[in-house]
């Protein structure tokens, strides 16, 4: 593809938000389905998920692809805590872990009033060191990226587990299946996607707005973003708070006003995206069998 063919600018403010000599560069491609990157910044490295193949890869700069994990009990969704714990979903344990330093798993986050999740499927932490998480049964349909169940639960919801304390609470219980999220930059927001449209075609595809209330208590919820084509998966936040998210046709970038400003294409259906490299400009973008890179002229949001 000819240099800058895969920018599609659709608001002139996408311009400041690109770089026009950068491209789209194909860095492993031996997945079933990649998803769930995460920027370990004191590594210098990446971490994925490829949930198929029940295990975690990672891609360090001159060196390469190497496996991070397997089995990875079919972890789908990852971040990171404020001490830069990896905290992963687990389809296949339907639950959300913590990697310590020492390499051995903490549970976060197993069941909701003596019931199973369904199957986590993303996370973020908030400053506060809660545990957002989205618990739609994707992993548990099938036999493929986890283990066909039941669903124990009464819906999909959202929740916020607070290690801390012990506790998991219900924040939003209104999804057909939600699927990513993100806080804006200052915590006062929180965007979760809906991919219902994934298993009907009148289903949402859609990122949602939450006011973010003092004690963690959600509020509003109004439709941010209409996504197609395809379904908004898994999306990061920059520091203006423009959210960068999948798509069925790459990578499109929304203001924090809602207005699509453009879009990056990606040959394969894409699942999700993180910002890394030493200065958060570089964008990371799992899709389907593959792990892609860009540099931008933004600067991701997540710490650490
Ligand atoms: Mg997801």
Not at 289 to 304: D, E, N
């Given at each position: 593809?000819?240099?800058?063919?895969?920018?599609?600018?659709?608001?002139?403010?996408?311009?400041?938000?690109?770089?026009?000599?950068?491209?789209?560069?194909?860095?492993?491609?031996?997945?079933?389905?990649?998803?769930?990157?995460?920027?370990?910044?004191?590594?210098?490295?990446?971490?994925?998920?490829?949930?198929?193949?029940?295990?975690?890869?990672?891609?360090?700069?001159?060196?390469?692809?190497?496996?991070?994990?397997?089995?990875?009990?079919?972890?789908?969704?990852?971040?990171?805590?404020?001490?830069?714990?990896?905290?992963?979903?687990?389809?296949?344990?339907?639950?959300?872990?913590?990697?310590?330093?020492?390499?051995?798993?903490?549970?976060?986050?197993?069941?909701?009033?003596?019931?199973?999740?369904?199957?986590?499927?993303?996370?973020?932490?908030?400053?506060?060191?809660?545990?957002?998480?989205?618990?739609?049964?994707?992993?548990?349909?099938?036999?493929?990226?986890?283990?066909?169940?039941?669903?124990?639960?009464?819906?999909?919801?959202?929740?916020?587990?607070?290690?801390?304390?012990?506790?998991?609470?219900?924040?939003?219980?209104?999804?057909?299946?939600?699927?990513?999220?993100?806080?804006?930059?200052?915590?006062?927001?929180?965007?979760?996607?809906?991919?219902?449209?994934?298993?009907?075609?009148?289903?949402?595809?859609?990122?949602?707005?939450?006011?973010?209330?003092?004690?963690?208590?959600?509020?509003?919820?109004?439709?941010?973003?209409?996504?197609?084509?395809g379904?908004?998966d898994?999306?990061?936040?920059?520091?203006?708070?423009?959210?960068?998210?999948s798509a069925g046709d790459?990578?499109?970038?929304?203001?924090?006003?809602?207005?699509?400003?453009?879009?990056?294409?990606i040959?394969e259906t894409t699942a999700?995206?993180?910002?890394?490299?030493?200065?958060?400009?570089?964008?990371?973008?799992?899709a389907t069998?593959?792990?892609?890179?860009?540099?931008?002229?933004?600067?991701?949001?997540?710490?650490?």
């Open positions: 593809m000819p240099l800058g063919e895969e920018f599609e600018f659709i608001d002139r403010r996408f311009r400041d938000l690109t770089v026009p000599i950068a491209w789209v560069e194909r860095l492993f491609d031996g997945c079933r389905w990649a998803e769930g990157p995460v920027w370990f910044a004191d590594g210098g490295y990446v971490v994925w998920s490829d949930a198929p193949n029940n295990r975690m890869m990672r891609w360090i700069p001159e060196c390469g692809v190497d496996v991070f994990r397997a089995a990875s009990n079919f972890t789908n969704g990852n971040t990171r805590d404020r001490e830069g714990r990896l905290v992963s979903c687990e389809h296949g344990t339907r639950r959300v872990t913590r990697t310590e330093p020492d390499g051995t798993l903490t549970v976060i986050a197993e069941r909701y009033k003596g019931r199973r999740l369904n199957s986590p499927n993303d996370v973020i932490v908030k400053s506060d060191g809660t545990v957002w998480f989205s618990d739609p049964n994707y992993g548990i349909m099938s036999n493929y990226e986890g283990f066909k169940a039941e669903m124990e639960q009464d819906g999909c919801y959202v929740f916020r587990a607070d290690p801390a304390r012990g506790t998991l609470d219900v924040v939003a219980d209104d999804f057909v299946k939600p699927n990513g999220l993100a806080f804006s930059p200052d915590e006062s927001l929180l965007y979760v996607a809906d991919s219902g449209v994934s298993h009907d075609p009148d289903g949402p595809h859609h990122i949602r707005a939450f006011r973010v209330g003092k004690t963690g208590k959600l509020s509003g919820g109004r439709v941010f973003a209409e996504v197609s084509p379904l908004p898994g999306f990061r936040v920059d520091t203006d708070g423009n959210v960068w998210t790459g990578v499109h970038c929304y203001a924090p006003d809602g207005a699509l400003l453009g879009k990056i294409h040959p999700n995206v993180t910002f890394g490299g030493p200065r958060r400009n570089r964008l990371f973008i799992t069998t593959s792990l892609y890179t860009v540099f931008v002229g933004a600067t991701g949001a997540q710490r650490p």
